[in-house]
């Protein structure tokens, strides 16, 4: 696949200037209703789509079907960031108006580390074949341990990422608006919205470990691999605004999600052995996700939409008129930055330099 510099750079610029727009539309803090996060969810998904079509427009059909089938795969998996955010956010008691800004600064730092993802595994399968392997190996045993572990829950309160937070970040118990850090007393400290961030980005990176290797299962293209995963990832906040109240009536997807891991492990590591058209990986793909939706739709049917519960990570409030009026500027003058200094500063001179 040849992929001109101007492509990637022309990708690049419409993935920021998306991201800019969303920023613009939320920068104000306000709770994001259904019929909102229905709307944007169209507006990523026509987004994802229609670069599908330029790629098999311009690459032809078969690069067209490996892009669609990773799409459909990153936007799969997904779902499971959707679940754990969902978790991460009740666990802290995170208001529902500031929980966009921690998802925008979260997908910014996933479209970072699944590029070096992407970048690496790409290094990888160039130079070493037998890579390819271990990737399905590895996907294959994570199905099956998803499987075994479907019914099972993440606990943020436990997360030892939590508990090296707390050690060596000082961090108030109140949420300052939007702020990830403030000023109390001359001491710069962090907000829990700033360790429910830390979470939240950790989630993307072990949710990549998976993700990143079942994509090369159905394309080794870099630029179809980059591509697809951020269209997917793009439209990750609005999902999780749509489908964070539903969860609980997803109760096959885990099983579909397992059973597209080791489709795709099992396609890899028989890459050699047996092809598999690419027509025939997204039709497969789909149908399992596809029915695993509609099973556990049907089997919860009548159950309206819920918020997800979760053991509290901690006593985490919304700071006070008095608070938020005591907080200091997070930068500020070094010469006022302690009264000695400003007052040594400010009297007068009665030596002379020799």
Known sequence: MDVPVYAWLAVLAAIIAMLAI?????????VIGVREAL????????????????????????????????????????????FVWAIIFAAFAVPREYQHRVLFLGVLGALVFRGIFIAAGAALIENFAW????????LILTGIQMLRTRNEHAHPERSRVLRLFRRFVPMTDAYYGQRFLVRRAGVVVATPLLAVLALVEVTDIVFAVDSIPAI?????EPFLVFTANAFAILGL??????????????????????????WVGAKMALLDVLYIPTTVSLVVVATIIAASIAAS??????????????????????????ELAEAEPLLR????????????????HDRMPR
């Open 237 to 262: 906040r609005a999902m999780y605004f749509l489908l964070a109240d539903l969860i609980h009536r997803f109760i096959y997807l885990k099983v579909g999600l397992a059973l597209v891991l080791v």
């Open 131 to 138: 890579i390819l392997y271990v990737f399905a190996a590895f």
């Open 22 to 30: 969303d920023l613009f539309a939320h920068r104000r803090a306000h």
């Open 39 to 82: 709307g944007w969810s169209v507006v990523w998904v026509l987004s994802g789509i229609s670069f599908g079509i330029v790629v098999w427009s311009t690459w032809g059909a078969e690069y067209g079907q490996q892009y669609f089938a990773g799409y459909l795969i990153e936007k799969s998996l997904a779902v499971d960031n959707v």
């Open 333 to 348: 003058r070094r010469r006022a930055a302690t009264p000695e200094v400003a007052a040594h500063e400010e009297a007068p």
């Open 297 to 322: 739709l049907v089997a919860t049917r009548g159950q309206g939409r819920r918020a997800v519960q979760a053991g509290p990570a901690g006593a985490f409030r919304s700071a006070t008129a008095e």
């Open 216 to 220: 090369f299962a159905v394309t080794s």
